[in-house]
Every structure is written in structure tokens, then in C-alpha cells.
């Protein structure tokens, strides 16, 4: 027992400083404030330097590490604080709100996203050598869990290919598989397994998102969503909510609003002939839609965004 708690501080000081080392290794590849695309397909970097109101973000399967900071984001009611320790996994398409809670310039609240390449995913799941989860996860598409020494290491070395270009297209791809098995061995990636894995009711479900995020401006028929994922309609809709904390229709609303107001700001579109474009029958309905949405009239809010006083909706 004693030998026990004398080895437990050295693994922790090893999880500690691998955060500053890769704290370290963003901060010098992000070295302004905001969003910094990278040489590697769907790795970003950011930095963020001051707390900010809460606002709409979407986000796509993906895996974000946290080494300083805190940031709140909010599934349908539910919360999930991510600071300096934490990893937030998504395994499908969701919206979300977002909010920076604690970030400075002396301290910058700084993270890597890395959008997951599902076919590798299951690549990795296929091997069967790949051990069983510790423990099932919540249900939700989003789930929140602490970082290991593991992840931060292969991290650490995915960012440093950075500074090899020409090594980007062999040793990327194989960084990026043992992340997705060091994420696969947390309790969180059970909700990741599901998805990836053909026949679960979390893949069918997926299968619906992906669907109705391609055909949102379509009249949404909930025997045509049951059909696309293979399940019954009741089925389908208790699977639904149970992985993203809203009913398909919801969802799909969702979309439409967030694509709206982008076609609005990106493309100059009037309220009007966005509302139409993205499926609406009513524009009286979209603009009261967009207000409960937005928490403003359509175009006196792309006004705020065009002026930046508000937070673009996908903003991670």
C-alpha cells in the first residue's frame, strides 16, 4: 500500500507536465489571439484571450484538448466544464452554447481540435487486439474526460510534425490513430464506439443526423428519418434526443437558423430570401424563430456580427 501512494504523485507530476509541454507547443504555433488553421487536414489551434458572452457553436465529430483556460458549453440543459485538465469528445454533428469563462492575455485559455476522420475511426475499432472501454459513458454525443499522459504525449508529437512539413502526410495519419485509440481506452470513447460501429442504434442514429443535416431545407417527414436510419419512428426519436437533448424537428430548426444567418452575413441575403432558402413556408415565423434563437431580429443581428460584437455560430 505504501509503494502505491508513493508512485501516485510521480504519474500525476507526469500528466502535469506534459500539459505545459503541449501548453507550450500551441501557444508558440498560435501566437495571436483567435482560430489558427494548421498544415494538418482538420487540426486547429486556438487562443483566446479574454472571457466572452455565451454564444451558438456547432460542433462536428471531433476531439478537443484543453491545457489552460475554462470554457462552459451547454447540450440541451446540460453542462460540461472544460478547463486545463479536460478533453471534450464529440461523436456526432450537435449544436451547442459556448462560452469562455476564464481566459487572459497572461494566461490565454489555449486548445487543439482535431476533427475525427470516422473511416479511420473505425479502422481502429476493427483491430481485434483493441481493448474493451474501462466503464460505459453517458449517452449524450458530447462527453467530457481527463487527459492522460498517453494523449497528451501523442499529441504533443502530432503538433510537432508542424515543423516537418514534409513528414505531414506519413507520420499524421499515424499520430491521429493512436489518438483515436488513446481516446477509445477513456470511458468516454464507449459513446465514439457506438457510433462508429455498424448496427449499433447509435450509428443508425447518426446515420439520420447526417441525413437531415443534408436535406434540412426539405419538409422534415419523420417515416422518411425512420427509414434512413432502419429503426421504428418511436425508436428513432427516443435515440435521437437521447444523443443530441433534442427531437429531430428541433434539430433540424437548428440548422436552418444557424445556416440562415450565414447565408446572411457571408452572402449579403435580406431576412426574406434567407428564411426561403433554408425551408421556411413563413417569414413571419422565421424572423420570431431567429429572435427566441438569436435573442435578436435577423438583421439588426448580423449587424452586431458584422461589427463583432457578437460571436460568429461556429466559433469552437
Same mark, same amino acid.
Given at each position: 500500500?505504501?509503494?502505491?501512494?508513493?508512485?501516485? *504523485?510521480?504519474?500525476?507530476?507526469?500528466?502535469?507536465?506534459?500539459?505545459?509541454?503541449?501548453?507550450?507547443?500551441?501557444?508558440?504555433?498560435?501566437?495571436?489571439?483567435?482560430?489558427?488553421?494548421?498544415?494538418?487536414?482538420?487540426?486547429?489551434?486556438?487562443?483566446?484571450?479574454?472571457?466572452?458572452?455565451?454564444?451558438?457553436?456547432?460542433?462536428?465529430?471531433?476531439?478537443?484538448?484543453?491545457?489552460?483556460?475554462?470554457?462552459?458549453?451547454?447540450?440541451?440543459?446540460?453542462?460540461?466544464?472544460?478547463?486545463?485538465?479536460?478533453?471534450?469528445?464529440?461523436?456526432?454533428?450537435?449544436?451547442?452554447?459556448?462560452?469562455?469563462?476564464?481566459?487572459?492575455?497572461?494566461?490565454?485559455?489555449?486548445?487543439?481540435?482535431?476533427?475525427?476522420?470516422?473511416?479511420?475511426?473505425?479502422?481502429?475499432?476493427?483491430?481485434?487486439?483493441?481493448?474493451?472501454?474501462?466503464?460505459?459513458?453517458?449517452?449524450?454525443?458530447?462527453?467530457?474526460?481527463?487527459?492522460?499522459?498517453?494523449?497528451?504525449?501523442?499529441?504533443?508529437?502530432?503538433?510537432?510534425?508542424?515543423?516537418?512539413?514534409?513528414?505531414? *502526410?506519413?507520420?499524421?495519419?499515424?499520430?491521429?490513430?493512436?489518438?483515436?485509440?488513446?481516446?477509445?481506452?477513456?470511458?468516454?470513447?464507449?459513446?465514439?464506439?457506438?457510433?462508429?460501429?455498424?448496427?449499433?442504434?447509435?450509428?443508425?442514429?447518426?446515420?439520420?443526423?447526417?441525413?437531415?443535416?443534408?436535406?434540412?431545407?426539405?419538409?422534415?417527414?419523420?417515416?422518411?428519418?425512420?427509414?434512413?436510419? +432502419?429503426?421504428?419512428?418511436?425508436?428513432?426519436?427516443?435515440?435521437?434526443?437521447?444523443?443530441?437533448?433534442?427531437? *429531430?424537428?428541433?434539430?433540424?430548426?437548428?440548422?436552418?437558423?444557424?445556416?440562415?444567418?450565414? +447565408?446572411?452575413?457571408?452572402?449579403?441575403?435580406?431576412?426574406?430570401?434567407?428564411?426561403?432558402?433554408?425551408?421556411?413556408?413563413?417569414?413571419?415565423?422565421?424572423?420570431?424563430?431567429?429572435?427566441?434563437?438569436?435573442?435578436?431580429?435577423?438583421?439588426?443581428?448580423?449587424?452586431?456580427?458584422?461589427?463583432?460584437?457578437?460571436?460568429?455560430?461556429?466559433?469552437?
Amino acid at each position: 500500500m505504501a509503494k502505491r501512494t508513493q508512485e501516485q *504523485p510521480d504519474s500525476r507530476l507526469t500528466v502535469i507536465e506534459l500539459r505545459k509541454v503541449l501548453a507550450s507547443r500551441i501557444a508558440g504555433q498560435a501566437q495571436s489571439a483567435g482560430e489558427h488553421s494548421t498544415a494538418i487536414p482538420g487540426l486547429t489551434l486556438f487562443r483566446r484571450t479574454e472571457p466572452s458572452s455565451c454564444y451558438r457553436a456547432t460542433y462536428e465529430p471531433s476531439l478537443t484538448i484543453f491545457v489552460q483556460g475554462r470554457k462552459l458549453i451547454n447540450l440541451g440543459g446540460t453542462e460540461y466544464l472544460c478547463d486545463g485538465s479536460k478533453f471534450l469528445l464529440s461523436s456526432i454533428d450537435v449544436p451547442v452554447q459556448s462560452q469562455i469563462v476564464e481566459a487572459s492575455e497572461e494566461v490565454p485559455l489555449l486548445s487543439m481540435l482535431l476533427r475525427l476522420d470516422m473511416p479511420m475511426v473505425g479502422e481502429v475499432l476493427s483491430r481485434e487486439d483493441l481493448p474493451e472501454p474501462a466503464a460505459a459513458s453517458q449517452r449524450h454525443g458530447l462527453a467530457v474526460g481527463e487527459t492522460t499522459a498517453g494523449l497528451l504525449g501523442a499529441c504533443i508529437r502530432l503538433i510537432e510534425i508542424l515543423d516537418a512539413p514534409e513528414d505531414i *502526410p506519413f507520420l499524421s495519419p499515424l499520430v491521429q490513430r493512436e489518438i483515436i485509440y488513446r481516446i477509445l481506452r477513456t470511458p468516454q470513447g464507449e459513446r465514439l464506439r457506438a457510433i462508429a460501429t455498424r448496427g449499433d442504434l447509435s450509428h443508425r442514429t447518426a446515420k439520420a443526423i447526417t441525413w437531415l443535416r443534408a436535406n434540412y431545407t426539405k419538409p422534415l417527414r419523420m417515416e422518411q428519418l425512420a427509414e434512413v436510419s +432502419r429503426m421504428g419512428v418511436s425508436t428513432l426519436h427516443h435515440q435521437f434526443r437521447a444523443l443530441t437533448a433534442m427531437s *429531430p424537428l428541433q434539430y433540424q430548426k437548428q440548422l436552418r437558423l444557424q445556416a440562415a444567418r450565414q +447565408r446572411m452575413v457571408t452572402d449579403g441575403l435580406d431576412a426574406t430570401s434567407a428564411a426561403y432558402e433554408v425551408g421556411y413556408e413563413s417569414v413571419s415565423q422565421f424572423s420570431r424563430e431567429y429572435s427566441r434563437f438569436f435573442g435578436q431580429p435577423p438583421m439588426r443581428d448580423v449587424k452586431a456580427l458584422r461589427d463583432g460584437r457578437v460571436a460568429p455560430t461556429n466559433a469552437a
